[in-house]
């Protein structure tokens, strides 16, 4: 069945809704992107994802074409017009339309677009038994801060760390782990302190590794903001990523060696669950 997507002002069917050859999205990876998470029809985090969305815009010089209130009315209508129960809403703005030329146009129009995908996020049968990930060389650009939709090497990461039977990879740089594909990386120690790599151009500021920072602190678990090596990741007792789709997923295997026992661990499955019920009664 058609989607209804949003483009520029306008809803159409999926199959009707077209972006110019010439949009800077398309010639330069000239965009930033968010991702919602949708369960039971509401929002999850949106006034984070909203916030980030306003500094990426920022951060590149994009003018968003609507008003922060005006969008979060788009994002509760695409919600409406797909009867979208849970899934996840996709949300790209490029720099808009002109001839290709290194240099940014002059007052451009910016493309805004809006789509759905239905997909169980709660019932994630990957929180049950964890994913393996591989250790790879990060070589994303040096402003991860911002999402951008520069994703290929990401996407090269992934299909690589599939090659390996891995489920994801974790990229390392300067003998330090950065982040995962799409996701932000965590360990705990074997004495329970919950470690995480502080906020720097290096990695991308998570909305959910945020909320699960201030979880940890409520739930009176210590952690600490500090790079980590892979050494460390490996001889960690838990590990997990966080993301909006996948909230709070364990790592059992690094490059073939067992995280602990190999299985997800009980601190990063309390997080998942604490996590689970705060947000879902703050959605909207």
């Not at 209130?69 to 994002?75: G, P």
């Not at 940890?216 to 001889?235: H, L, M, S, V, W």
Request: include cysteine; hydrophobic fraction near 40%.
């Amino acid at each position: 069945m058609s989607r209804t997507v949003y483009l520029n002002g306008e809803w159409l069917p999926e199959e009707d809704a077209k972006v110019s050859i010439f949009d800077r999205g398309f010639l330069f990876a000239d965009a930033i992107y968010e991702v919602t998470g949708v369960v039971g029809g509401k929002l999850l985090e949106y006034e984070g994802h909203s916030a980030r969305l306003q500094r990426s815009t920022k951060e590149l010089g994009i003018t968003c074409p609507l008003s922060p209130e005006a969008l979060l009315e788009v994002h509760r209508e695409i919600v409406r017009r797909n009867d979208l129960k849970e899934g996840l809403i996709y949300l790209q703005i490029s720099r808009g339309t002109a001839d290709r030329d290194f240099a940014y146009p002059v007052d451009p129009k910016p493309t805004l677009t809006l789509f759905t995908q239905a997909k169980p996020v709660l019932g994630n049968p990957k929180a049950k038994t964890g994913i393996s990930v591989a250790l790879l060389p990060d070589q994303r650009w040096a402003r991860r801060d911002i999402k951008t939709v520069q994703l290929l090497y990401p996407s090269m990461a992934k299909m690589e760390a599939a090659a390996k039977g891995a489920d994801d990879a974790w990229l390392v740089e300067d003998g330090f782990i950065t982040e995962a594909s799409a996701a932000t990386a965590h360990i705990i120690s074997k004495n329970g302190k919950l470690i995480t790599r502080p906020l720097s151009h290096a990695i991308l500021h998570g909305i959910t590794r945020a909320s699960v920072l201030d979880i940890a602190k409520e739930a009176g678990i210590d952690y600490e903001e500090r790079a980590f090596t892979p050494g460390e990741a490996k001889d960690a007792a838990e590990a997990f990523i966080t993301s909006a789709t996948n909230f709070v997923l364990p790592v059992v295997a690094i490059d073939g060696q067992n995280v602990g026992d190999g299985k997800p661990g009980p601190l990063t499955l309390k997080m998942r669950q604490l996590y689970i019920e705060k947000k879902l009664a703050n959605a909207i």
